[in-house]
């Protein structure tokens, strides 16, 4: 006999099947039209799961399992990042423990440390993927520094170079000091913080007048080549032409006019330090300005600097020069001001605009094709508001700062001369033979590295194989689709849309499907430093509180947050996290999976579905224990089918149909609340109990086709609900295709993932039964809100009587009124003749009316009223309560969205209850007189 256990364990058989399927390489391509891939967003391989790819490998995980069911060629191509900074800086602090400097041992040394370290550690990442569930093709995993992938950077390089897209040149670029590298935009963590706004007295030659310059950054002014003015602010036109001495320079500087300038900040002028802001940059090129570097790398003050500020850090530098201007009378005021202050993400420094040498894309070129792909339609965004802010970037491209001031990375193909002169190509041998220099010239690699999002941006075709013919291009490139979070449609999105074109001269994908941010359950980002990250391994085995508190406080970047990191947690996990296993995470995830921008992580929820886990677990051991050792019918002609299996059969093509639909349109919040309806609701709730009945009572041919049925609706279920709960659905399956292969020998028993995807069938479509289905509910629930209401005991045997003007529906409820009195727990169903019942409670369908006789049905009214009066009481003082802090403007102002937004659904629940007690009280009085 097959049974399931008792209870619902997750982990033992979650690991088991992973195992398994791996094993037997069902996560290979298998042949089969059309093709479909999905390219697996390359996680950091210094990274760990965190909730944004929980979130993100869910959804592909699905997309992927759903079409290999629908015999498609389908690969999800996976790998890592080389993550250059990250990885760098987590060597780097591991030779700093050895007190060891990477300037000790060289760049060849400190890079095969790296590589020693990518060997031992750096695939964590993935080995939680599969605990996921995540079914990757793991025998095609790439690596962005690979052999291949590495010659692919190089041919780009190159080829891009040859064609004028990439040059070197001095460009402003965001700098970390500390890591002493460019970085991009997307390294750079702007947050709000306190400072200061210091006014500055500035005088103008050959004058007693002088104009006043707020700046956040006084350091830089002694790189200030221009003060400008709006060319409208007429307190300034008669300064037009002019120029001011630099205070503590002592250089005349012009007074410029540009509409950059805001009249209404400040005093309405404005410094201009072109080598240090990047707005200034730009005024500086409109007015051909010198640029003036003051810093060196650390961001001290550089040799070109008065004397007495050369070698100054740059905070120290300020300090001193906020003293000088002060002495000299020459500060107007000083203002505590909070700014937006930029942090490198890896480093935590303050990052400074910096003019370096440094390589560079052509990006505006580029960016042309790949504008018109999305307008054109060959690229959908969905939702389609996204292709909106991919059109404000693109539109605003600026020229791509490739080039990195790191050892870890792809080396950049360019190599120097003495003379200084630059040879780009694949490497020396070809340089040298191209341009047909001796053995006595001498060359020297360029010693930068490329941006890590430059080999990210080919990842599409560099991992099928690129810049060779491969028969994987040919069959899965373009990709389908690119499920990815919106942080990254400029920095990585665009910039493969740009490559593709222009090396493949076709879209890399067809659909992007842009994902939500996932935050904590107040609304807040889930960050190391804030101390709110959920860890997606620790919601599936659980933690219990004091590891989840050391977790959250260890390895701070701001240790003085951490008392405060504790206190929160404990308050909110009190008991630490429960287990919930790994396919009530994930079928938490597909609903959290809305529309919307951000989206708050609500750990009730996933409790909510571990215990829908449990449903579908007992449910399915009902199944087992009607279907064991019997005989289900070798054809329908041995089977005798019910109206609730033909109608809930009909139900369930309607329901493939819906989450059909909501799967092209990637709703997998609307497929999970479908999922969960059904299942519960209609499968579990009522078919089940329906079908007790007939297994009780009913004849031979009628038992057959009810377990039939139940058998076939679970078995369909199991494999459309695969893709998101890949787990219990294989669990249960397998023993499920046990029971039925007793019955058709001929029956597929490997595993589910790789069985057909249900398909609707118009044959099994039956209104008629589905109606008739709808009216047994609506009397059984119509007569279990009754003894809700009424507080009448559940064993309580009542009488029913009915009232129709439907032949049918008269039919109907007289030929199951044996199912509707076991489950309603009625003595009888009684057509009503006569227009009502006197003391009877009345409940009205859109078809048909319930009279349930009150009396005796309730033991003791008066009490029964005293209960009801008492709970009135309660909800109309909850009633006045909310009432009245939502009449208070003070509060709705100044309290959260969610308080108010609590106290507006306390209001609406109490007035819902007052209202149903008022209407119960009326029916008790009129038994009582």
């Not at 170079?161 to 970085?183: C, F, M, S």
Request: aromatic share 10%.
């Amino acid at each position: 006999m097959t049974t399931l256990d008792k209870t619902y364990h997750p982990h033992d058989l979650e690991k088991k099947w992973y195992q398994q399927w791996e094993k037997a390489g069902y996560f290979k391509p298998k042949s089969g039209e059309p093709p479909y891939c999905i390219m697996l967003p390359p996680p950091n391989v210094t990274g760990t799961l965190h909730m944004g790819h929980a979130f993100q490998d869910t959804i592909m995980d699905a997309l992927i399992r759903y079409h290999r069911m629908k015999g498609h060629q389908t690969l999800w191509q996976g790998g890592t990042d080389h993550a250059g900074i990250a990885t760098q800086m987590v060597v780097e602090r591991q030779l700093q423990a050895q007190d060891i400097c990477k300037h000790d041992i060289g760049r060849e040394a400190f890079t095969h440390k790296v590589w020693e370290w990518k060997a031992h550690s750096g695939d964590t990442i993935g080995r939680q993927m599969r605990r996921l569930g995540a079914s990757l093709d793991w025998t095609r995993e790439r690596f962005t520094m690979d052999d291949g992938l590495s010659e692919a950077v190089k041919e780009v390089f190159v080829r891009l170079y040859e064609e004028g897209l990439i040059y070197r040149g001095k460009r402003l670029v965001n700098w970390d000091p500390k890591l002493h590298t460019a970085v991009s935009d997307l390294e750079v963590i702007a947050e709000e913080e306190a400072g200061f706004l210091w006014h500055i007295r500035y005088p103008i030659e050959d004058s007693e007048e002088y104009v006043v310059v707020a700046t956040t950054r006084p350091e830089t002014m002694l790189g200030d080549t221009a003060i400008a003015v709006h060319p409208q602010d007429n307190r300034y036109t008669h300064l037009k032409g002019k120029k001011v001495r630099l205070p503590l320079v002592n250089r005349l500087i012009p007074i410029i006019q540009d509409d950059y300038v805001d009249p209404e900040f400040g005093s309405g002028c404005v410094k201009i330090t072109p080598a240090h802001d990047f707005n200034d940059y730009e005024v500086g090129k409109r007015h051909q300005l010198e640029m003036i570097n003051i810093f060196n790398i650390d961001a001290m003050l550089n040799e070109q600097m008065p004397s007495d500020y050369v070698g100054l850090d740059r905070f120290d530098a300020r300090k001193k020069i906020i003293k000088d201007l002060e002495e000299k009378g020459l500060i107007e005021k000083i203002e505590n001001h909070r700014l937006k202050v930029p942090r490198g993400d890896r480093s935590g420094e303050v990052i400074e605009p910096y003019l370096t040498d440094q390589w560079f894309v052509d990006a505006k070129v580029l960016a042309k094709e790949a504008i018109a792909a999305v307008e054109s339609g060959k690229i959908e965004f969905v939702p389609a508001n996204w292709a909106n802010n991919y059109f404000e970037w693109m539109n605003n491209i600026q020229d791509w700062c490739i080039s990195r001031q790191l050892w870890w990375g792809h080396r950049i193909p360019a190599w120097y001369d003495d003379c200084g002169h630059v040879y780009v190509g694949r490497d020396e041998k070809e340089i040298r033979s191209k341009h047909q220099l001796s053995p006595q010239t001498l060359l020297t690699q360029d010693q930068d590295v490329l941006d890590t999002w430059f080999s990210s941006a080919l990842w599409p075709f560099s991992t099928l194989g690129w810049p060779h013919n491969t028969s994987e291009i040919k069959t899965y490139y373009p990709t389908n689709v690119l499920v990815t979070g919106f942080d990254i449609i400029f920095f990585w999105v665009a910039r493969m849309i740009m490559m593709g074109l222009k090396f493949m001269n076709e879209v890399p994908f067809k659909q992007v499907f842009v994902t939500g941010l996932i935050l904590d359950a107040h609304g807040q980002k889930m960050s190391k430093s804030k101390g709110n990250i959920l860890d997606p391994l620790d919601l599936i085995d659980g933690i219990d509180l004091e590891a989840l508190v050391l977790k959250r406080i260890t390895g701070l970047m701001q240790p003085h947050m951490a008392q405060q990191i504790e206190k929160n947690t404990r308050k909110e996990f009190p008991n630490g996290i429960p287990s919930f296993g790994t396919d009530a995470l994930r079928f938490s995830l597909c609903a959290f999976a809305t529309t919307n921008r951000f989206i708050r992580f609500d750990l009730s929820r996933v409790e909510g579905y571990r215990n829908f886990c449990n449903k579908i677990w007992n449910a399915a051991r009902y199944v087992f224990m009607n279907l064991a050792d019997q005989d289900l019918g070798a054809s329908d002609n041995e089977r005798e089918y019910s109206v609730y299996d033909l109608g809930m059969r009909s139900l369930w093509q309607k329901t493939k149909t819906t989450i059909e639909d909501h799967i092209q349109k990637y709703r997998f919040d609307l497929i999970a609340n479908t999922l969960y309806d059904f299942t519960w609701y209609h499968y579990c709730d009522w078919y089940l109990e329906l079908t007790k009945p007939i297994l009780q009572h009913a004849s031979k041919e009628q038992q057959r086709g009810t377990r039939y049925m139940l058998a076939f609706i679970l078995e369909e279920l199991l494999r459309v609900m695969h893709p998101y709960m890949p787990f219990i659905t294989e669990e249960i399956w397998q023993k499920l295709v046990v029971i039925l292969a007793d019955n058709d020998k001929t029956h597929n028993r490997d595993s589910i993932m790789i069985q057909p995807y249900p398909e609707v069938s118009a044959a099994h479509m039956d209104s008629d039964a589905e109606l008739v289905l709808g009216w047994i509910q609506h009397f059984i629930t119509g007569v279990r809100t009754v003894r809700a209401e009424l507080n009448i005991s559940p064993n309580k045997i009542l009488k029913a009587y009915y009232k129709t003007h439907s032949t049918k529906v008269s039919e109907a409820l007289l030929a199951n009124q044996q199912c509707i009195k076991t489950l309603a727990k009625l003595e009888s169903v009684i057509k009503l003749e006569q227009e009502a019942l006197p003391t009877s409670t009345h409940i009205v369908s859109s078809d048909f009316e319930i009279f349930i006789p009150l009396a005796g049905a309730i033991e003791d009214v008066s009490t029964e009223i005293q209960r009801l009066n008492k709970e009135l009481q309660k909800h109309m003082a909850d009633f006045e309560y909310a009432d009245k802090k939502l009449s208070n403007e003070s509060f709705c102002a100044k309290a959260s969205v969610d308080a108010v937004e609590k106290e507006r659904t306390r209001k609406t629940k109490a007035n819902e209850a007052i209202i149903k007690i008022k209407e119960t009280l009326q029916k008790l009085e009129a038994i009582k007189h």
